[in-house]
């Protein structure tokens, strides 16, 4: 993030190395380049088959949880990966336990889809450090199995939520739905 291009030129030339290389899947989980649109636009063009960017939280808790980035910048940056190739799946994560209501994660649902959002890992917030936010609530295994189908049936074609899942949870698995 401290490169003047957000690191953009390195994740293009990686994914432009392994493709090279191998027959790899490759997913790379970007930053929002603070809304740079050309920085962005380096790492389409270098071809990955998915970029995530994780979302992380509902609207209302996002300027508290990610206070560098905005829920709208986030959106867009999915939508635009849509928008310029239809061969990028696009993917997102949320964490919950960090005081957001059921209506909000429901929202923020809706909103990735809408916004082309295709692939989606829901997980617990644990908290890295007495220095970050603190865990608000630990969500019961059965809320997201339930919030994983509802994710699917608002249009997410893989899913993958629990309290142990991450943004890179099961991603050998989503690879043979890639291709």
């Not at 390195?10 to 790899?24: C, H, K, L, P």
């Not at 970029?51 to 910048?73: G, Q, W």
């Not at 970050?132 to 994983?148: C, K, N, Q, S, T």
């Amino acid at each position: 993030d401290d490169l003047k291009d957000g690191g953009s030129t390195i994740f293009a030339r990686v994914i432009e190395e392994i493709r090279r290389r191998s027959d790899t899947v490759v997913e790379v989980l970007i930053p929002d380049f603070r809304g740079h649109a050309d920085d962005l636009k380096r790492v389409v063009d270098a071809g990955p088959d998915v970029i995530n960017h994780n979302l992380e939280t509902v609207e209302r808790l996002h300027p508290v949880v990610r206070p560098s980035a905005r829920y709208d910048r986030s959106l867009e940056l999915l939508q635009r990966v849509s928008e310029w190739s239809t061969g990028i799946k696009t993917k997102s994560g949320l964490m919950l336990g960090l005081g957001e209501r059921e209506d909000e994660v429901l929202q923020a649902l809706k909103d990735l889809v809408a916004h082309q959002c295709r692939l989606l890992t829901i997980g617990q917030y644990l908290r890295p450090s007495p220095n970050h936010l603190p865990v608000i609530e630990y969500v019961h295994p059965d809320r997201f199995r339930a919030w994983g189908t509802q994710a699917e049936a608002l249009g997410f074609e893989s899913v993958a939520s629990g309290p142990l899942v991450r943004s890179s949870f099961h991603a050998h698995e989503l690879a043979r739905t890639v291709r």
